[in-house]
């Protein structure tokens, strides 16, 4: 990637219209912030200190729990950073490496859920042959699988974004560098370079939302045919956890690329929502449906004296 920019550093606006709520969202975002870390990382633990939980379901989960780690790592700590009070400044270097990892941990994610959707298929719809299809090579080479994709779109849409010579001006509205508000300080023409990144972008969670629902369609067809009422509750139980992730995943990003008009107030709460708060809230999900990771969680929690016993 050349850097044809005179540009050597740009400056974070951070969210539009939030000057005198400097301190407040402060405390707010690292609360939020400090949950997630904390949530997943109970999660991890729950998962890895419990052998009934080494099976394939809990395997991607465990992956997406590592990957709700860094996604909010991302912007975060910048933003935590000058709302209580130091620079703003963020250098090109650093500006590059937040809009790749931004994207690469996102398309990662989208890859990861439509892979959980596949595990769920296979599991109810095959469940005699879910052993043999869902494998730990099998497992290994699509968690592999979804790393890769995530990198090479991250790849292009980074190199897309850079390419473009940075002449001034350097102010960034928003609060972490992005594709959208990176294009409007760049020094020539992106009109098609709009187009190319927003086909990129929405034509990926696009196709992953679509498997996702094939998927899901799939079960829901299959877990009517059962015929014992606590079957179906299982199953839908099962289900329902990774249906609520995946909406909360995917409606912040229709939100931002599917807006007639652009508002960069609504933009930017938005991806504050995806970036903190639905990484905050898997561990939540996940943990409060399922009685197995209930069960892990309650056992960690002792081992660290915060629970008593029963």
Same mark, same amino acid.
């Given at each position: ?138 497992? /290994?080479? !699509?968690? *592999?699988?979804?790393?890769? $994709?995530?990198? &090479?779109?991250? =790849?292009? #849409? ?82 329902? /956890?990774? !249906?609520? *992730?995946?909406?909360?995943? $995917?409606?912040? &990003?229709?939100? =931002?690329? #599917? ?52």
């Amino acid at each position: 990637m050349r850097n044809r920019s005179v540009v050597t550093e740009f400056i974070l606006l951070g969210i539009p219209h939030t000057e005198d709520l400097q301190a407040l969202l402060f405390t707010l975002f690292l609360s939020f912030y400090i949950f997630t870390l904390m949530g997943n990382l109970l999660i991890l633990l729950a998962i890895v200190s419990s052998a009934r939980l080494h099976t394939p379901m809990y395997f991607f989960l465990c992956k997406l729990s590592v990957f709700d780690i860094f996604f909010p790592s991302v912007s975060s700590p910048k933003m935590l950073l000058y709302l209580s009070g130091h620079s703003r400044a963020i250098s090109y270097a650093g500006c590059v490496c937040q809009l790749f990892f931004y994207h690469f941990l996102g398309c990662t994610e989208c890859f990861l859920y439509t892979v959980m959707a596949y595990d769920r298929f296979v599991a109810i719809c095959y469940p005699l042959r879910y052993s043999s299809i869902m494998s730990a090579r099998a497992c /290994a080479l !699509l968690a *592999a699988g979804t790393s890769l $994709f995530g990198c &090479v779109q991250a =790849i292009f #849409l980074t190199a897309l974004t850079f390419q473009l010579p940075y002449c001034g001006p350097n102010e960034v509205d928003y609060y972490f560098c992005d594709i959208p508000v990176m294009l409007k300080l760049a020094c020539a023409d992106t009109s098609a370079l709009e187009m190319v990144g927003f086909i990129a972008v929405g034509l990926m969670p696009l196709s992953c939302f679509l498997l996702i629902l094939t998927s899901y369609t799939c079960i829901i067809y299959s877990i009517l045919q059962i015929r014992s009422a606590e079957g179906q509750r299982r199953a839908f139980s099962t289900c329902s /956890a990774h !249906l609520t *992730a995946i909406l909360l995943s $995917f409606m912040p &990003v229709v939100l =931002i690329y #599917l807006q007639p008009t652009p508002n960069p107030w609504l933009n930017a709460t938005v991806q504050v929502l995806n970036n903190l708060v639905t990484p905050m809230l898997n561990p939540l999900i996940y943990s409060l449906r399922n009685k197995e990771v209930k069960c892990s969680l309650r056992k960690v929690l002792q081992q660290v004296a915060f629970l008593p016993e029963k």
